[in-house]
C-alpha cells in the first residue's frame, strides 16, 4: 500500500519536472533545431541595452459632408492634420532569453519628459511588440468646397494617443534570424531569409479640445474619434552577411565579429476597421456613434544593421508603419437614432477617411553577458 501511495506521488511530479526542464530552456537552454552552418546561438543569459530612438507620428483625416439646411446645400470636405515633430528618447532595456522590458524618457520634442515603457518576446520564430504613442499638438483644418476656394480653419488644441500590438512568425526559422540584427541574441553567420506572416492591434484616439471650435460646428459638435483596427499580412524578411568571424564557442564569444542588414517588408489586409465618433449634445451630454469600416490594404517595413564585437552588439534601424481606414456613409436618420441634435438642418451624412503614420528610428548599444 505505501509502495503505491509513493509510486502515485513520483507520477504526479514528474510532469511538473518536465514543465519546469521546458520553462528553463526557453530562457537558458541551446536550440538544437538551429542550423548551426547559418546561425550562431552565443549562451544565452542576461543583456543589457542603452538606447535612443527618434519618433515622429501623423494623423490625417478626411470628412467629407454633405448638408441641407432650408434652400441651402452644401458639400464641403474637411482635412485635419495632426503632426507631432520628431522626438528624441534615450531609455535603458534589460533582458533575459527571448524577454527584455525596457524604460525611456523623452529629452526633447513636444513630448519631452513623457516616460515610455516597452515589451518584447522575441526568437527566430516568433516575435511580440507592443509600442504607444501619445501626441500633444495642435490641429490644422481646411475646408474645401466644390468651385471654390479652400477655406483655413483655426487651429486646435488636440491630444491622441496611439497604441500597436504587433506579432510575426518566421518560418525558416533554421536558417533565419530575425533577433540576430534587431536584439543582439543570435548571430546571422551566412546570408539567408524567410518568408513571414504577421498580425497587427491598431488603437488610436483624437480628442479635440475646445468643442465649440469650427470643426467641431461643420461636424454636429465633434468631440473625437476613436478607431480599433485589426490587420493580417504576409511578406519577407532577408539578413544579408557583410562580414562573419566565428567565435572560440557559446560561452566565449571574445572573437566574435559580425556585420548584417536586415530588410523586412509586410502589406497587411485590415479585416476588422472600427471608428467610433464621439458628438456632444446640450440635452444628452457626448453622445457616441459607431461606424463600420471597410476592408483596406496597410503595410509596415523595417530596416536595420547590427554589428557584434564579442560581448557588444551595435544596431541601428527604421522603422516604418502606415495605416487607413475608410468608414460607411451614417445618415441623418442614424444620428438622430443617436439623439444627436441637428440645429435646423433638414438633411446630413457624412463618411470618414483616415490616415495614419508612423516612422522612427534607434541606436542601441547591447551587451551580453
Not at 58 to 84: A, C, Q, R, S, Y
Request: aromatic share 14%; with cysteine.
Amino acid at each position: 500500500m505505501g509502495a503505491c501511495l509513493l509510486f502515485q506521488t513520483e507520477g504526479k511530479a514528474q510532469p511538473f519536472s518536465n514543465l519546469g526542464t521546458k520553462i528553463r530552456n526557453t530562457f537558458t537552454g541551446y536550440n538544437p533545431k538551429l542550423d548551426s552552418v547559418y546561425v550562431f546561438q552565443p549562451f544565452r543569459g542576461w543583456d543589457f541595452s542603452l538606447t535612443y530612438k527618434g519618433r515622429w507620428d501623423g494623423v490625417n483625416l478626411e470628412i467629407p459632408i454633405v448638408v441641407d439646411m432650408g434652400n441651402i446645400h452644401d458639400e464641403p470636405t474637411i482635412h485635419t492634420t495632426l503632426v507631432d515633430n520628431l522626438s528624441n528618447h534615450v531609455g535603458v532595456r534589460g533582458g533575459y532569453g527571448p524577454l527584455s522590458i525596457g524604460f525611456s524618457v523623452a529629452v526633447s520634442g513636444k513630448r519631452k519628459g513623457n516616460r515610455n515603457f516597452s515589451f518584447n518576446w522575441i526568437t527566430n520564430s516568433l516575435n511580440l511588440q507592443v509600442y504607444h504613442a501619445r501626441i500633444l499638438d495642435t490641429a490644422t483644418s481646411v475646408a474645401s468646397y466644390p468651385d471654390r476656394e479652400d477655406m483655413a480653419l483655426p487651429d486646435v488644441a488636440s491630444k491622441a494617443n496611439i497604441w500597436r500590438v504587433s506579432a510575426y512568425y518566421a518560418f525558416n526559422h533554421r536558417k533565419f534570424s530575425y533577433p540576430a540584427v534587431y536584439s543582439g541574441k543570435m548571430v546571422q553567420r551566412k546570408s539567408a531569409g524567410s518568408f513571414m506572416v504577421g498580425a497587427k492591434f491598431h488603437y488610436s484616439n483624437l480628442l479635440l479640445d475646445d468643442g465649440k471650435n469650427p470643426v467641431s460646428a461643420l461636424m454636429l459638435n465633434l468631440r473625437g474619434y476613436t478607431t480599433n483596427q485589426f490587420s493580417l499580412g504576409a511578406g519577407y524578411s532577408f539578413n544579408w552577411v557583410l562580414f562573419h568571424r566565428d567565435a572560440a564557442g557559446r560561452k566565449d564569444i571574445g572573437d566574435l565579429r559580425n556585420l548584417t542588414f536586415n530588410i523586412t517588408a509586410i502589406p497587411l489586409v485590415t479585416v476588422v476597421n472600427n471608428l467610433r465618433m464621439t458628438h456632444y449634445s446640450e440635452n444628452h451630454g457626448n453622445v457616441r456613434i459607431n461606424m463600420r469600416g471597410y476592408v483596406q490594404p496597410n503595410f509596415l517595413s523595417r530596416a536595420g544593421i547590427c554589428y557584434a564585437i564579442g560581448h557588444l552588439y551595435i544596431t541601428s534601424y527604421f522603422d516604418f508603419h502606415f495605416n487607413r481606414f475608410r468608414t460607411n456613409t451614417i445618415t441623418e436618420k442614424e444620428l438622430e437614432k443617436a439623439r444627436v441634435v441637428f440645429d435646423g438642418y433638414t438633411s446630413y451624412h457624412f463618411s470618414v477617411t483616415g490616415k495614419l503614420a508612423n516612422w522612427s528610428g534607434g541606436l542601441d548599444l547591447h551587451y551580453r553577458f
